[in-house]
């Protein structure tokens, strides 16, 4: 999978929307295939299963489902390209993924909730302030 990823290309832009769009669910496929070797490589296995993952690469495509410009979507497909190819080229430390991936931005703070009696108000702030 890294060697696929290595030489890969961006095409050139997309011709019409529906060209973005197929090119859009191939990213997809192709992040999903990635997701064994991911969770191999930063040892995920204890954090979060396969089907999480491809729910939280999902999501991240999900955010731009109302982008219609097709330049800006290969725009996307190139950052999102950049970003997969990092991941399975070992550039990120396993908190990186952890973080970004895996508890999102309102997960920590959340965990806090139920939990938190015994922090300070500074903590708490500390806290909220930092993951969200």
Same mark, same amino acid.
């Given at each position: 999978?890294?060697?696929?990823? $290595?030489?890969? $290309? ?7 929307? &529906? &060209?973005? $769009?197929? !090119?859009?669910? &191939?990213?997809?496929?192709? #992040? #999903? $295939?990635?997701?064994?070797? *991911?969770? /191999? *490589?930063?040892?995920?296995?204890? +954090? @979060? ?17 109302? @982008?219609?410009?097709? !330049? ?9 390209? &950049? /970003? ?14 952890? %973080?970004? =991936?895996? +508890? %999102? ?12 009696? %015994? ?7 500390? =806290? ?5």
């Amino acid at each position: 999978m890294a060697h696929m990823l $290595r030489n890969l $290309r961006v095409p050139p832009n997309s011709a019409s929307l &529906e &060209e973005a $769009r197929t !090119r859009t669910f &191939e990213f997809f496929r192709m #992040c #999903c $295939r990635s997701i064994p070797q *991911i969770m /191999e *490589i930063y040892n995920l296995d204890d +954090v @979060v299963s396969p089907s999480q993952l491809r729910s939280a690469a999902a999501a991240h495509v999900r955010k731009n489902a109302s @982008v219609t410009d097709p !330049r800006v979507i290969d725009m996307l497909l190139f950052k999102g390209m &950049e /970003e997969l190819k990092n991941i399975v080229d070992h550039s990120k430390q396993r908190h990186h993924i952890i %973080g970004q =991936y895996v +508890v %999102g931005n309102q997960g920590l703070v959340q965990d806090l909730a139920p939990n938190d009696q %015994g922090l300070s108000s500074f903590l708490k702030n500390f =806290y909220s302030s930092n993951y969200s």
